[in-house]
């Protein structure tokens, strides 16, 4: 049997769900949303959905692990940390391999507030972060028909898929 040679790309794929809770910033690409019911994301960090995600699917492109490893939310270190701020060190993981962004595509799912007049500041914070093209990054969103727990209102989820190149 002959062994395959390394890829030159290699996709990941992330998801993450945080529960909806009260006195709470809500937190979604580093933008501060306003939820209708003021309702905000729970979790040891700030709990941005889209950001955890992306980084999830970073580190899951390149077999590193999920970002429990290296953010641990039972250190009180990362208690309240903006995610922007992890993504930047998950960044530095992926780049010091040799790796580049090809692209990033993520969906929210979510009901309620209205994500798309948030996508451009949501798409100029991750593109300043990884030092990419805007038009490298798709972010969109969707309702869950009020099924789930998402359609329920009491979280909101995102998935991303990333493609990854060798420099």
């Not at 937190?27 to 955890?52: C, F, K, W």
Request: proline fraction near 4%.
């Amino acid at each position: 049997m002959t062994r395959r040679s390394s890829p030159q790309f290699r996709i990941g794929n992330g998801y993450d769900i945080h529960r909806l809770v009260k006195d709470r910033d809500l937190i979604i690409g580093g933008v501060n949303l306003h939820h209708p019911d003021n309702l905000g994301l729970d979790g040891h960090s700030d709990a941005d959905v889209l950001i955890h995600s992306i980084m999830d699917a970073l580190l899951g492109a390149l077999s590193l692990g999920d970002i429990g490893k290296y953010f641990p939310p039972t250190d009180e270190k990362w208690r309240g940390a903006d995610s922007l701020f992890l993504l930047s060190k998950v960044i530095e993981l992926i780049r010091k391999d040799g790796w580049e962004i090809n692209n990033i595509d993520s969906v929210l799912v979510v009901e309620k507030p209205k994500i798309m007049p948030y996508v451009k500041s949501m798409k100029k914070n991750i593109s300043e972060i990884l030092n990419i093209d805007q038009n490298l990054i798709g972010i969109k969103a969707t309702t869950n028909e009020k099924l789930g727990p998402e359609g329920r209102e009491e979280g909101i989820s995102c998935h991303s898929v990333v493609l990854l190149e060798k420099k």
